[in-house]
């Protein structure tokens, strides 16, 4: 009965090529241009006072909140990018 020799260099199935896609955390590039487009019509308006007059208007101020919402980081790490450490203490008196 002959076996079949493997050369050293394939890949087992499933495995991805080195090099083979975007490194993680990189966006595509069209997410980056409208990122981008965004920031410099930022720029234009008056940036950071631009967005607090937004803030402090009632009628804008919801889509304030949302735009801080898609913003803000989803994933929270703890210190050096470990796990957020919780201490509960309870006393009865």
Same mark, same amino acid.
């Given at each position: 009965?002959? %076996?079949?020799? %493997?050369? &050293?260099?394939?890949?087992?199935?499933?495995?991805?090529? #080195?090099?083979?896609? @975007? #490194?993680?955390?990189?966006?595509?590039?069209?997410? *980056?241009?409208? @990122? !981008?487009?965004?920031?410099? =019509?930022? !720029?234009?308006?008056?940036?950071?006072?631009?967005?607090?007059? @937004?803030?402090?208007?009632? &009628? %804008?101020?919801?889509?304030?909140?949302?735009? /801080?919402?898609?913003?803000?980081? /989803?994933?929270? %790490?703890?210190? !050096?990018?470990? =796990?957020?450490?919780? *201490?509960?203490?309870? @006393?009865?008196?």
């Amino acid at each position: 009965m002959a %076996t079949a020799v %493997t050369p &050293r260099t394939a890949f087992k199935k499933g495995e991805k090529k #080195p090099g083979q896609g @975007r #490194p993680k955390g990189v966006l595509n590039k069209n997410n *980056q241009a409208i @990122r !981008d487009m965004i920031a410099a =019509a930022l !720029d234009q308006v008056g940036g950071v006072e631009y967005l607090a007059e @937004r803030a402090n208007d009632p &009628r %804008t101020a919801s889509a304030f909140l949302s735009l /801080i919402g898609k913003v803000m980081p /989803i994933q929270v %790490t703890g210190e !050096d990018g470990g =796990a957020v450490k919780h *201490q509960i203490t309870v @006393r009865f008196e």
